[in-house]
């Protein structure tokens, strides 16, 4: 089972994001709220991929993609985007972002890109 | 999937009005005469972010009202920050007005509803923004005449690469864009049409992309990595082509990373409000049924008591242990409370037209949440009179040699189990002689009683309903209508006020209250068969009394109590409950209402214990009188009165 690592500050949108992928078989290893814990979490748990919101507090989705993909090239950081953050993604993907979503996102959008990135679960 | 979202709603709903809050505090503090200057680099960001979160958790909820008003107020707030700039005071009340507009849609949204965005809010949004930022159109972007890509270098074949973007993606240059970048992880892009500075303006025309790179990579390896992209309608991987210009790699774009604030990422979980309440309540229940053991052991022969006593003893001392630690759980700083303060009393210095400054200390102490939702409301009506009716206006200030700007204080200290929540101002004061006349005059007091009053009593005499709901008293005395609400809202949390004040220097109002709300003593009294319980810190005392003997004034028995005479009504009539027949020697119980000291005469009474109080659900909750119930040791459910509510009724 493919072990996710899922990055947003809002708790609601972790709780969202987590039933997404417990529905879709995925194992869900840890959660984290901002970009520093992020990077953290990274390290401690060696997610297959890591879902990253780009706005947040202490450390933006973006910093903490490229800190991940620095240390570990062949990361897997699927970024979740509002719309209207085209700017944000682009730099997010020159920072080493695998592919992104685009809130609000049904289930079956964020499974189909995930399993394109990292195979069936 | 089934994709219900009605289950994340409660949780959308108290996240999203944090943001608010802070959105709404953040503001005000950007508008403080010293906000811009002190306020840290990132405050502008900070606003920002509560913005865009707003607009992406309503989005997420399918709330498109709140996602669009929260959108427009993102932009807005992001032009301002673009230009480093802080808005003036119509934009700062428009984007409260916004704040405020989100709050009320995200309840509705809580209650079930999708409300639609103000159009006019929108439409002031767009004004704003246009007005404060000078629109900078996009750099137009020439299209180079496709020079001849050179040829691959040796070793490397040239892959030619098309492919369409999925109708349904929602950022098809993005697409574009990560396809382009992938290819870059495999080889050399040598053309793109669009250019990857088109697709970074977010142009591309058709949905299609023609890239030629040139790799060592085998095509099946291009189409792997190809294959891992979504949203792809079609791929074509071919070799050889000769399609469009190579612009040169441009450098990346420079990064915006967020500033990092000052302070550590506190772990924490968060729980339902009303599970902590589940666990206080089965915290109670379980003191309630060690009582009940200790009751039970008391009809036990005297060798199986003893070991039954050590027994429940030990029950006892970790039931309380986990009581204090779910009570513990339930402590909630006082944050959420003086957030709200500075945004309250700029509104009302904005229409009052006085200059007013609020400064909080001690919002990091924690009470009990319960206690915190009731108290907050008489805080802000305290800040409101200061402003209102303590502070002066600037040039009356100036002219009793004071700083124009009126001073709000706001603190809140512990002292043991209590909390101290005092509220000052700087202004003109309460005159304590003009409360003692006005109160005297409208008939709420004696004249003997008026002159007995210490200074302090005197001030208090603002909380009575008809003294502090009179005009004349408002000029004077410089305190509105609602004291008496205060009052009594500090009351029922068995809390104290008290008032301290000085002509010309200013006022403050301390209100001393508990930790919690939750455990309160209680007097036990029987009426009939019924056995209720009063809240101690209502009753003023207690004793015997035959009713046919006391003198009556229009009917109502009088009984003589301390300096005075109080009313005595018959507990057992106020709820329907047949009480001792006339005659029998009855118990008075001396208690506040809404018009003052009155008697409540009691069959019996039995005595005083520590209630965990629970509050009431259903229809109960709305019968007048009765505020909460507990359960004594013999497992009787019993209800507590709600004295000024029962009286009233």
Known sequence: MKRVLIVDDAIFMRNMIREIFAAGGFEVVGEAANGLEAVEKFHELRPDFTTMDIVMPFQSGIEATREIVKADPSAVVIMCSALGQEALVREAIEAGASDFVVKPFQPEDVLSVVKKVVGES | MNWDLSKYLALYVSESREHVDALSAGLVRLEQPDGVSQAPAGFADELFRHAHSLKGMAAAMQQDGIALLAHRAEDVLGAFRARGEVPGAEGIDLLLSVTDALGGMIQEAGAGGRPAASEELVARLGALQSSSVSTRPAPAIDEPAPPAAPEPPPGLRRIRVEVAVAEGSRAPSIRGFLVVKRLEGIGTIASSRPSGEELRAGRMPGRTLSVEVDTGEPIAEVERTLAQISELASVRVEEGGAAAAAPPPEPPLRSAPEPAAGTEPVRTVRVRAEMLDG??????????????????????????????DEGVDRLQAITKDLHGRVMAARMTPLTALSDRLPRAARDLARRTGKQVEVVMTGSEIEVDRALLDEVSDPVLHLLRNAVDHGIETAAYRIAAGKRPTGRIEVSARRERDRVILEVSDDGQGMDAGALRRAAVARGAIAVEAAASLTDAEALLLCCLPGVSTSREVTD???????????????????????????????TRFTLRLPLTVAMQPVLLVRVGSEVLAIPVSKVHGAAHARLETLERVDGTPQFVFGDGTVPVLDLGSLIGARGAPAGERRSVVVTDSESGRIGLAVDQLIGQQDAVLKPLHGPLALVPGLSAVTVLGNGRPVFVLDVHRLVAA
């Not at chain 2, 229940?285 to 053991?293: F, H």
């Not at chain 2, 009351?491 to 200013?506: H, P, Q």
């Open chain 2, 476 to 506: 004077v005395s410089g305190r509105g209508v609602g004291m008496d609400a205060v009052r009594r809202s500090v009351e029922s949390l068995s809390g104290t006020l008290s008032v301290e004040s000085r002509r010309g220097e200013g």
């Open chain 2, 279 to 308: 666990f206080l309540d089965v915290a109670g229940e379980l003191l309630l049924a060690t009582s009940r053991l200790r009751e039970l052991g008391k009809a036990m022969p005297e060798g199986l008591r003893r070991a039954h």
